[in-house]
């Protein structure tokens, strides 16, 4: 007998539970609050990043993911773009980095570019002071937007996944989920909200290590003449962000001087990268607040420090900003990788993967159905 699942949530956690489920042979719906999805999903640079997660479970994640994406873009007909990422390095401690992650990394084949191999990789990176970089293939540029509004229908066209848009489900007293007076019995319920998690089970949330944070990014127009930005580009603040490049011996040095020469980039959690969509477009950011309460408004003062730093590392031929907004994703405060948690026999809440979950989400939901993940509680 075919088993049945209800998906709360149709950001990319949702999506990817809803493609591992359908895989598994389950009559899926997927309920989305809102008439199309909002959240987090559709505010991000659009990368997947393998080359931000340290080696193990979390890089095989990702590249399982990586894998899964190019098979949905090229079925679903998503622009992807597979560019590979470029770190840049400005300084002696940013150059020392990346030439030992070059050697920890020599399974990934990662490849050391001088300052002439860097700048013919990236017409837009800025010479002046460049050392070097450090050139990843894996990674992937997606437009996000198209890819959350257009992955929806190719799971209903291929998999008969039902989508239910403008409903939001209130309450559930399991096999039963109800939207008002509305009710869907199902053997297995997956919620999948994001930070709308304290709707369903604000007892379960508020006893874990998990709270909200809020980015800044924006968009600058499409370049003349058709120009191409080449790989996702970051500098020497993404180095002392990402948990892969922590396992360099001398990240502490760089830490230690990015905290004395950018206070104010420490303080509003900045650092900052770029990737170009099909439009020619490019996404810039971002930022990161912390709490479980944000106001919903930007700062002026943490884009200025953002196209500040960018400023040191790229040039571009049109730096008009033609858009800007916030995002908020939830977070683990204590070293976990993400949240999963049964609060009974028959649902799961899948949430907390931090700013990883356009990267991770496909291997991951693919481990969840599949019972072989971790981090189960």
Not at 49 to 64: K, V
Not at 283 to 291: P, T
């Amino acid at each position: 007998m075919q088993k049945s699942a209800l998906i709360i949530g149709a950001g990319i956690v949702g999506l990817s539970i809803a493609r591992a489920l359908a895989l598994r042979n389950y009559k899926v719906t997927v309920v989305e609050r809102n008439e199309k999805a909002i959240g987090a999903s559709i505010r991000n640079f659009g990368m997947v990043l393998p080359a931000a997660q340290p080696d193990g479970i979390l890089f095989n994640r990702a590249m399982r993911s990586r894998n899964i994406w190019k098979e949905i873009c090229t079925e679903a007909k998503v622009w992807h773009d597979e560019v590979g990422s470029l770190q840049l390095a400005y300084a002696s401690d940013e150059w020392n980095v990346l030439n030992e992650l070059h050697e920890i990394y020599q399974s990934r084949g990662y490849k050391l570019l001088n300052k002439n191999e860097t700048l013919t990789a990236s017409p837009s990176v800025s010479s002046k002071r460049l050392l070097g970089s450090l050139f990843s293939n894996d990674e992937i540029i997606i437009d996000p937007r198209e890819a959350i509004s257009k992955i929806p229908l190719w799971l209903e066209e291929k998999y008969k996944v039902k989508f239910i848009w403008g409903k939001a489900i209130s309450h559930i007293e399991y096999p039963v989920a109800f939207a008002g007076k509305e009710s869907f019995e199902v053997d297995e319920i997956f919620i999948c909200s994001g930070t709308d998690f304290e709707t369903l089970y604000p007892e379960v949330f508020a006893n874990a290590n998990i709270t909200k944070c809020k980015l800044q990014m924006m968009r600058i127009v499409s370049q003349p003449d058709h120009w191409r930005l080449g790989p996702m580009l970051c500098a020497g603040l993404s180095l002392v962000n990402y948990s892969s490049f922590s396992a360099a011996p001398s990240i502490n040095i760089l830490k230690k001087r990015i905290q004395t020469d950018f206070p104010e980039h420490i303080k509003w959690g900045i650092h900052v990268m770029v990737s170009q969509n099909e439009l020619g477009e490019l996404c810039i950011g971002d930022s990161h607040e912390y709490g479980l309460t944000h106001d919903p408004f930007d700062r002026i003062k943490i884009n200025k420090l953002i196209l500040d730093y960018l400023k040191n590392f790229i040039q571009f031929k049109d730096m008009q900003i033609c858009e800007t907004w916030n995002g908020l994703y939830s977070k683990m405060t204590q070293g976990e990788t993400e949240f999963i948690h049964k609060p009974q026999q028959g649902i799961t809440i899948i949430n907390g993967m931090g700013g990883g979950g356009m990267t991770l989400s496909f291997g991951l939901a693919e481990e969840l159905v599949n019972g072989n993940t971790g981090n189960k509680s």
